[in-house]
C-alpha cells in the first residue's frame, strides 16, 4: 500500500486553481471583446440604420461611428442608394425575357417593351419591418401598371411618338400604387430600354410604315410649300374680281336710280296730259326702233298704219322726204280713248301741241 504524499495533493489543487482563473480570464476577455466589438457601429454616407431596442426600432440617418448596448439593441444597415431593376429582359446578358415583355396593345396588336425601373429607400423603418420583400412587391406592382398602361395605347404610340407619355403615365401610376401598400420605397424613374414588334417580320412591316409616314410628311410639306406660293396670287385675284363686281354693282344701281328718275319725271307729265304723252313716247320709240326706216302714217280708216316706204315703194330719199310724215281724216276721231299704241288718232291742235312740245 502506497503511503499518502500531502505535498503532491496540494500542488495537484493548486494547479487546478489556476487552471479556473485562468479559464475565468479568459471567458472575461473574450467577454469584453464581445461587448466591445459590438457596442460599436459605422454608418456610411450612401446608409441608414434602423436601431431597435426591446423591439422598437428607430431610424438613424447621421453617418459616422454610434454606440448601441449589446444584447439589448440591434442595428440593421439600409441602402439608400438609387437601385434599379430591369422588366422584360435580363440585365446580365440583355437577353429578352418575353414573359414580362410580351404585350398586347388597345388595337390589339402584339409588342416587346422593355422597362426599367429605378428606386431607391425613401422610410428604413418600413422598408425593413413593413413586408419580407419590398423590392419584389415594387417589381409586381410595376409589371402590373406596365401592362395597364401599354394596353390603352395603340401600337404606332408604344413603337413611336407616345413612350415620354407612357414612361410618365407608368411612373404615375406605380407611385400611386406604392402608397396604397406602404412598403418605405420610392420610384426614382421609369424608362422604356426597347420596344419593337416580336417577329422580324412585323418589324420589317412597322418600318415600312415609318417610311410611308415619313413619305406623307414630305408630301404634305410640299403641298403647303405649293400652297403658300399660289395662295397670294389667288387672294390679289379674288380682290380684284371682287373691286371689279363692286364697281358693277354701283354702276348698275346708279343706272337703275337714273331710270326711276327718268320714270317719274315721265310719269309727272304723263299725268299732266296723258294724250300728248302717249303718242310721243310712242314717237320716241319707233325712232329707237327703225332709226333708218321712212315711214308714214295712215290715219284714213280711224287706224295709224305705219308703212316702210323704201322697201316697197323703192322711192329715193329724196322723194321720200318730201311725203307728209303723217295724214290724218277730220272725221276720225272719234273713239280715241279706246285707241291702244298701235291705234292712235290725234287731230290737227293735237299735232301742233305735240310738235310744239318737241
Same mark, same amino acid.
Given at each position: ?35 466591445? +466589438?459590438?457596442?460599436?457601429?459605422? *454608418? ?105 398602361? *401599354? ?125 300728248? +304723252? ?26 295709224? +298704219? ?20 303723217? +295724214? ?31
Amino acid at each position: 500500500m502506497e503511503s499518502f504524499n500531502p505535498d503532491m495533493e496540494e500542488k495537484v489543487k493548486n494547479a487546478a486553481k489556476r487552471a479556473k482563473r485562468f479559464v475565468t480570464f479568459g471567458l472575461a476577455l473574450a467577454f469584453l471583446l464581445v461587448l466591445g +466589438t459590438g457596442s460599436f457601429y459605422n *454608418i456610411e454616407e450612401q446608409e441608414q440604420a434602423v436601431l431597435t431596442t426591446f423591439g422598437k426600432a428607430v431610424s438613424v440617418t447621421a453617418p459616422g461611428l454610434h454606440f448601441k448596448i449589446p444584447l439589448i439593441q440591434r442595428v440593421q444597415k439600409v441602402n439608400t442608394t438609387i437601385q434599379g431593376f430591369a422588366l422584360g429582359y435580363n440585365q446580365e446578358d440583355n437577353e429578352s425575357e418575353e414573359e414580362d415583355s410580351l404585350m398586347i396593345t388597345s388595337d390589339y396588336n402584339f409588342v416587346n417593351v422593355d422597362f426599367f425601373i429605378e428606386y431607391k429607400v425613401a422610410d428604413p423603418v418600413k422598408a425593413v419591418y413593413a413586408s419580407k420583400d419590398p423590392v419584389l412587391i415594387l417589381k409586381n406592382v410595376s409589371k402590373s401598371c406596365v401592362r395597364t398602361v *401599354i394596353g390603352s395605347y395603340d401600337v404606332d404610340s408604344v413603337l413611336t411618338t407616345g413612350k415620354n407619355e407612357i414612361q410618365s403615365r407608368v411612373k404615375d401610376m406605380i407611385i400611386s400604387q406604392l402608397d396604397k401598400h406602404d412598403v418605405g420605397l420610392q420610384v426614382v424613374n421609369v424608362t422604356i430600354q426597347d420596344s419593337e414588334p416580336p417577329t422580324a417580320e412585323v418589324m420589317e412591316a412597322f418600318k415600312a410604315v415609318e417610311t410611308a409616314k415619313q413619305g406623307k410628311e414630305t408630301a404634305i410639306n410640299n403641298a403647303n410649300k405649293y400652297r403658300n406660293e399660289k395662295l397670294p396670287g389667288a387672294e390679289a385675284q379674288i380682290d380684284k374680281i371682287m373691286q371689279d363686281a363692286e364697281a358693277e354693282k354701283t354702276r348698275r344701281m346708279n343706272e337703275a336710280n337714273a331710270e326711276v328718275a327718268k320714270f317719274n319725271a315721265m310719269y309727272a307729265e304723263y299725268v299732266k296730259n296723258p294724250q300728248v +304723252t302717249r303718242q310721243r313716247m310712242f314717237y320716241e320709240a319707233m325712232e329707237e326702233v327703225l332709226p333708218e326706216l321712212k315711214v308714214i302714217i295712215d290715219g284714213t280708216d280711224k287706224t295709224n +298704219t305705219i308703212l316702210p316706204l323704201d322697201s316697197f315703194s323703192g322711192v329715193g330719199s329724196a322723194e321720200s322726204s318730201q311725203i307728209p310724215s303723217r +295724214t290724218e281724216s277730220p272725221g276720225d276721231r272719234s273713239g280715241e280713248e279706246d285707241m291702244g299704241w298701235n291705234n292712235r288718232d290725234s287731230t290737227d291742235d293735237t299735232a301742233d301741241s305735240q310738235n310744239g312740245e318737241e
